[in-house]
T-cell receptor, first 116, second 110 residues
Framework: GAVVSQHPSRVICKSGTSVKIECRSL??????MFWYRQFPKQSLMLMAT?????????EQGVEKDKFLINHASLTLSTLTVTSAHPEDSSFYIC????????????FGPGTRLTVT | DAKTTQPTSMDCAEGRAANLPCNHS???????VYWYRQIHSQGPQYIIH???NNETNEMASLIITEDRKSSTLILPHATLRDTAVYYC???????????FGGGTRVLVKP
């Protein structure tokens, strides 16, 4: 399957600071990228969908000013958690999908964010 | 997209086939059945998908009933590394979103 990477894999930040998470598609061009959040013992919840070169579409209840998404190229999307609070601590996972029918949605390994 | 129902958990014996059921009684004609799995603290991994015919790849087989209201994912020879949460997801062709339900927590035992 296709390869999607995330960086960093783990990050600890202080309350009130911002943290950026990168998501890269390594061997295909991702026209669409998705950002999910997963709390312990829960399923993945879609936060937003982004298409290259356009603004992200956020799911209901997700604050677009708090979770800034940039999808500036066909291989890179970033999620910035602004003014992080302890309740933002979670496992953030991105996925990417190409524009060909055979390209399914492939997921990155996830980023564990801990806000202290 | 149609909702799916899966058992919360199941145990399987190492080396035996694991059969994971999924109900999707409200599936519509253009919706596919997808299976992903998530090993602890990792991102989900694509396994297989199908529309109405049975499908097989190097990881698993997908059996879809004739009325398409249910399906079964078959792991032919379960290994300890197959321990994971398995998600059955129904998705149409128009949208890109994958909506994850609770999945089935599969524990493969020696």
């Amino acid at each position: 399957g296709a390869v999607v990477s995330q960086h960093p894999s783990r990050v600890i930040c202080k309350s009130g600071t911002s943290v950026k998470i990168e998501c890269r598609s390594l061997d295909f061009q991702a026209t669409t990228m998705f950002w999910y959040r997963q709390f312990p013992k829960q399923s993945l919840m879609l936060m937003a969908t982004s298409n290259e070169g356009s603004k992200a579409t956020y799911e209901q209840g997700v604050e677009k000013d708090k979770f800034l998404i940039n999808h500036a190229s066909l291989t890179l999307s970033t999620l910035t958690v602004t003014s992080a609070h302890p309740e933002d601590s979670s496992f953030y996972i991105c996925s990417a999908k190409g524009d060909r029918p055979r390209y399914e949605q492939y997921f990155g390994p996830g980023t564990r964010l801990t806000v202290t | 997209d149609a909702k799916t129902t899966q058992p919360t958990s199941m145990d399987c014996a190492e080396g035996r086939a694991a059969n994971l059921p999924c109900n999707h009684s409200t599936i519509s004609g253009n919706e596919y059945v997808y299976w992903y799995r998530q090993i602890h603290s990792q991102g989900p991994q694509y396994i297989i998908h199908g529309l109405k015919n049975n499908e097989t790849n190097e990881m698993a087989s997908l059996i879809i009933t004739e009325d398409r209201k249910s399906s079964t994912l078959i792991l032919p020879h379960a290994t300890l590394r197959d321990t994971a949460v398995y998600y059955c997801i129904v998705k149409g062709t128009a949208g890109n979103k994958l909506t994850f339900g609770g999945g089935t927590r599969v524990l493969v035992k020696p």
